[in-house]
């Protein structure tokens, strides 16, 4: 079902969830409170706890970008959602538990994808290349030299647990640039969900990364995702290699109606909020503490940008 076979800034008061949802002007740039963490503490120890499994490390504020994307998203099972920049990270998995069929897409290749998803998830790639084939994948690791610790018994593990993944949804690795979703058709998706990816491309290809994405999308259906905010004009954040951007620029590059609405004039008190939250100043992933060259020097805590959801509708033909 999923192969192709053929400016000015508008600050309003920001409407809560449950009143703008199903609506037909529900576009809008939300930089992200803090207190969405215990608004919805049920999920985002869930997700933790998930991670943990997976041996999977949070960007220093990834928690509050999924826990913000699925409060948009509501539903879960059933849909088949596109997961851009997916990489290895947790919200594919955590989407494919709660029952989804997921495109994981991301233009470096995860044809190689470690046995520890593959044990608990239903996996395949789009296309043969998208994904070497388990036994494959087993076979190499008989045969590297690198040195693997008790690689029999553990090996034996893989084997026993591939026979029974966990999730009742599955993930289809799909390994592209998102400007170019060749495979994907039209009007196939029930959401597209972008975990700090986005930003990563650079302004003007942007552009054609959006255009693609809302291509794919059912009409009426959800582009879910998280940049970086930037105060008063647009910048490049090395460390992360990534671009924050001003509401203005948001509203260009995700065309978006001049009167959807936005928060940046909460930007400031946001921000003071951000810096305060110990949940996530006290819990960052261990990477930073090994270099100053991250997002979060040496683990010093120290947020320079905040992070921002972006929430377009596809509109259909009479919209």
């Not at 049920?42 to 409060?71: C, M, N, P």
């Not at 995700?254 to 909460?266: E, I, R, V």
Request: include cysteine.
């Amino acid at each position: 079902q999923l192969m192709n076979t053929d400016s000015d800034t508008n600050n309003q008061d920001l409407p809560s969830s449950a009143n703008i949802s199903g609506r037909i002007d529900s576009d809008r740039i939300e930089i992200l409170s803090v207190e969405l963490l215990e608004k919805h503490r049920q999920r985002a120890d869930e997700l933790k706890v998930l991670a943990r499994s997976l041996g999977l490390d949070f960007g220093w504020h990834y928690l509050l970008d999924i826990t913000w994307i699925l409060d948009n998203l509501g539903n879960i099972s059933g849909k088949t959602i596109l997961d851009a920049g997916a990489g290895t990270g947790i919200m594919q998995w955590y989407l494919a538990k709660q029952g989804a069929t997921v495109i994981s897409v991301d233009r470096v290749s995860r044809a190689d994808l470690p046995l520890k998803f593959r044990r608990q998830f239903n996996v395949r790639g789009m296309r043969d290349e998208d994904l070497i084939p388990t036994g494959n994948l087993l076979s190499q690791t008989v045969m590297s030299k690198k040195p693997v610790k008790n690689k029999l018994s553990s090996l034996r593990r893989d084997l026993a647990g591939l026979a029974k993944p966990q999730s009742s949804g599955q993930v289809i690795i799909y390994n592209q640039d998102l400007s170019e979703l060749s495979e994907v058709r039209d009007g196939s998706i029930d959401a597209v969900v972008a975990v700090s990816a986005l930003e990563h491309n650079n302004p003007d290809g942007l552009v054609q990364v959006v255009v693609e994405l809302t291509r794919v999308l059912k009409p009426g259906s959800l582009l879910l995702a998280t940049l970086a905010a930037a105060r008063d004009h647009d910048w490049y954040h090395d460390p992360s290699a990534g671009w924050c951007y001003t509401d203005t620029t948001l509203r260009r590059l995700f065309q978006l109606d001049g009167q959807a609405p936005s928060n940046y004039n909460d930007y400031d008190l946001l921000f003071d909020q951000l810096r305060s939250c110990s949940e996530l100043s006290q819990n960052l992933a261990a990477f930073y503490y090994q270099s100053g060259d991250n997002g979060m020097p040496w683990g010093i805590w120290d947020p320079v940008y905040q992070p921002v959801g972006i929430r377009k509708q596809k509109r259909g033909p009479s919209q």
